[in-house]
């Protein structure tokens, strides 16, 4: 492995067994869940898919009441 580069196969090892460690065999599944999540709204948002500005910025549109009215006669 060169100098800061990029960890080689016995140092992915070690990470993977640090974070174990650290997280326990439970919360890996958790963990593994909410960064598929992140990045599928990251991927997501990068493609254009998401305008949350946009719709942020708006106001509700009021409702149309659908009830019939009365009237007396």
Partial sequence: MAIF???GGAEWWIIL???LLLFGPT???KLAKTFGKSARVLKDSVEGKID???EAD???SPKKDTK???VDE
């Fill in 27 to 29: 919360q890996l599944p």
């Fill in 52 to 54: 949350d500005d946009d």
């Fill in 58 to 60: 708006q106001a509700p």
């Fill in 5 to 7: 580069g990029l960890p």
């Fill in 17 to 19: 067994g640090i974070i």
């Fill in 68 to 70: 019939a009215e009365v």
